[in-house]
């Protein structure tokens, strides 16, 4: 098994829902997660994490409002949900596991990432 594999990409309507999802093996699975995302021609950005003993997220402000990460610690899987999906939001999706969540130097902490999942949005 892949240390950390996403799942649910494919093709979202602009003003939908984008749910992704990242299993992540039991010793791949740490107390904070991440999301981040990349579009061609663009750098990788830090979409939000989790610290999972608490549940508590972070997001950066251009996400805020848009934005749910949550998590099953049973089945060490990460979740990432996007509203009201914009054409600026395709791209290969990834998860990540981190050393912290609780600053903004979080995108900067990455230990493991996922292989990707593509996302396209359709107008």
């Known amino acids: 098994q892949a240390p950390l594999m996403e799942s649910g990409g494919g093709s979202v309507k602009a003003g939908g829902s984008l749910k992704l999802s990242c299993k992540a093996s039991?010793?791949?699975?740490?107390?904070?997660m991440g999301w981040f995302r990349q579009v061609p021609g663009k750098g990788r950005e830090g979409v939000g994490c989790?610290?999972?003993?608490?549940?508590?997220?972070f997001y950066p402000d251009s996400m805020k409002g848009r934005v749910t990460i949550s998590h099953d610690n049973a089945e060490t899987t990460v979740l990432l949900q996007i509203n009201s999906v914009k054409p600026e939001d395709a791209g290969m999706y990834s998860c990540?596991?981190?050393?912290?969540?609780?600053?903004?130097?979080?995108?900067?902490?990455?230990?493991?990432w996922g292989q990707g999942t593509q996302v396209t949005v359709s107008s």
């Open positions: 990540a596991s981190l050393y912290d969540c609780y600053s903004d130097s979080w995108s900067d902490t990455v230990v493991d």
């Open positions: 039991r010793n791949a699975y740490r107390d904070s």
């Open positions: 989790i610290y999972t003993p608490e549940g508590r997220t």
